[in-house]
């Protein structure tokens, strides 16, 4: 009796940005990526910005990318997107991360991806079932306060995509993380506005097999 053949899994994925944002690889081309970012808000100072002061303005923006990239470097990103145009005059303290495959061992020999999207759920405040690209995913929100003995610090709300890799083995799953910075005594309202936003990025997701 003849076996179905495997079909085999996606090598990467698209997604797609919204206008005004960049891409940060994290794998390679990194360096050059955080240069061309720091060009283009350099080049978006008000023509009243002190010429004098550019110099220290591009090394203040240097630091802040670097730290932002480490940050999402240390949590197994691969991709880092962040607004480098303002929207309305309005600079979005917002980020979005798609992290490394990670391997997760079935619950039970014979069970799939969708027990183990089970059971997250079952133990994941917020937790809902989505469909990205015909592939069921696993959509979390809440809003993490600040605290400095977790490393937290300044509050921001925070989405996550929990994605299985179709057809891969072992399998693999891969995360999208959205964090939003909370300013004191800000609109709630805004940031459902943003995690909209993010939604809406999420739904242009499709698997790449080129």
């Keep these: 009796m003849a076996t179905a053949e495997r079909r085999r899994p996606p090598n990467g994925f698209d997604l797609v940005p919204p206008p005004g944002w960049d891409v940060i690889p994290l794998r390679t081309g990194t360096r050059e990526a955080m240069d061309r970012v720091v060009r283009k808000?350099?080049?978006?100072?008000?023509?009243s910005f002190?010429?004098?002061?550019i110099p220290k303005a591009r090394?203040?923006?240097?630091?802040?990318?670097?730290k932002?990239?480490?940050?999402?470097?240390?949590?197994?990103?691969m991709t880092l997107c962040l607004p480098t145009e303002p929207l309305h005059g309005v600079a979005l303290p917002v980020s979005i991360v798609a992290s490394e495959p990670i391997e997760i061992p079935r619950v039970r020999p014979s069970s799939g991806p969708e027990a183990v999207l089970a059971a997250l759920a079952s133990v994941t405040p917020?937790?809902?079932?989505?469909?990205?690209?015909?592939?069921?995913?696993?959509?979390?929100e809440r809003d993490v306060p600040a605290d400095a003995a977790k490393?937290?610090?300044?509050?921001?709300r925070r989405v996550e995509y929990f994605v299985p890799v179709p057809d891969s083995a072992p399998d693999q799953y891969l995360t999208f993380s959205f964090s939003a910075l909370i300013a004191p005594g800000s609109d709630p309202?805004?940031?459902?506005?943003?995690?909209?936003l993010f939604n809406a990025v999420m739904g242009t997701?499709?698997?790449?097999y080129a």
């Design 41 to 47: 808000a350099v080049a978006q100072l008000p023509a």
């Design 50 to 53: 002190p010429k004098d002061d």
């Design 59 to 66: 090394l203040k923006l240097t630091q802040e990318m670097k």
């Design 68 to 77: 932002v990239v480490r940050r999402a470097s240390a949590k197994g990103g």
């Design 126 to 140: 917020g937790a809902e079932t989505r469909e990205l690209d015909d592939t069921a995913a696993l959509r979390s």
């Design 151 to 156: 490393g937290v610090d300044v509050a921001h």
């Design 189 to 196: 309202a805004f940031y459902d506005t943003l995690v909209e």
């Design 205 to 208: 997701f499709r698997w790449s």
